[in-house]
T-cell receptor, first 116, second 113 residues
Framework: AQTVTQSQPEMSVQEAETVTLSCTYDTSESDYYLFWYKQPPSRQMILVIRQEAYKQQNATENRFSVNFQKAAKSFSLKISDSQLGDAAMYFCAYRDYGGATNKLIFGTGTLLAVQP | EADIYQTPRYLVIGTGKKITLECSQTMGHDKMYWYQQDPGMELHLIHYSYGVNSTEKGDLSSESTVSRIRTEHFPLTLESARPSHTSQYLC????????????FGSGTRLTVV
């Protein structure tokens, strides 16, 4: 079964600095998709960035970028120039289309604090 | 702006009451999901639907039930609420494309007293 592991329950970063959140996953599929979602306190979960496994180029969305290492099954999120609004719980998620459900599989989350 | 709506946002209810949590989306997505999430914790899939009249139980056993009579509407019902049902319930729907992401509602925070 596919699993997603986030080994950092909490992280902290100074405003304007860079932080990297770790995510590893386990799968026997070759075609899958990876996502990072952000959940601010008491607010809606939103998509931060997505990566297609067959694309070697790392995805980038403004200050957010990923380091996708397919062989190592690693998918880390880098936040540059951190802002106070980046403080949130961040979830790594995986989806493939090899089974019947195609559901998202989430990690346990990393709570990111941004210090002014 | 969110295209998936959940009501109520907060609900405090007594033990034994029947409740329905509403979820509606305006995007025409076939796939919809209900997750249960305790504060600061991971999401657990409790129900999903791939279209009208299609519902399945998720990974986490739940005493709740769901229905999907219309594409845009995916309500969750608890026939008899208990304190153990206290949690946050998130509704989501998926884009039809393979690389599509899920859109989440704002959630319903349920407290059973």
């Amino acid at each position: 079964a596919q699993t997603v592991t986030q080994s950092q329950p909490e992280m902290s970063v100074q405003e304007a600095e860079t932080v990297t959140l770790s995510c590893t996953y386990d799968t026997s599929e070759s075609d899958y998709y990876l996502f990072w979602y952000k959940q601010p306190p008491s607010r809606q979960m939103i998509l931060v960035i997505r990566q297609e496994a067959y694309k070697q180029q790392n995805a980038t969305e403004n200050r957010f970028s990923v380091n996708f290492q397919k062989a190592a099954k690693s998918f880390s999120l880098k936040i540059s120039d951190s802002q106070l609004g980046d403080a949130a719980m961040y979830f790594c998620a995986y989806r493939d289309y090899g089974g019947a459900t195609n559901k998202l599989i989430f990690g346990t989350g990393t709570l990111l604090a941004v210090q002014p | 702006e969110a295209d998936i709506y959940q009501t109520p946002r907060y609900l405090v209810i007594g033990t034994g009451k029947k409740i329905t949590l509403e979820c509606s989306q305006t995007m025409g997505h076939d796939k919809m999901y209900w997750y249960q999430q305790d504060p600061g914790m991971e999401l657990h899939l409790i129900h999903y639907s791939y279209g009208v009249n299609s519902t399945e139980k998720g990974d986490l056993s739940s005493e709740s039930t769901v229905s999907r009579i219309r594409t845009e509407h995916f309500p969750l019902t608890l026939e008899s609420a208990r304190p153990s049902h206290t949690s946050q319930y998130l509704c989501a729907s998926s884009e039809p494309l393979r690389q599509g992401a899920d859109t989440f509602g704002s959630g319903t925070r349920l407290t059973v007293v």
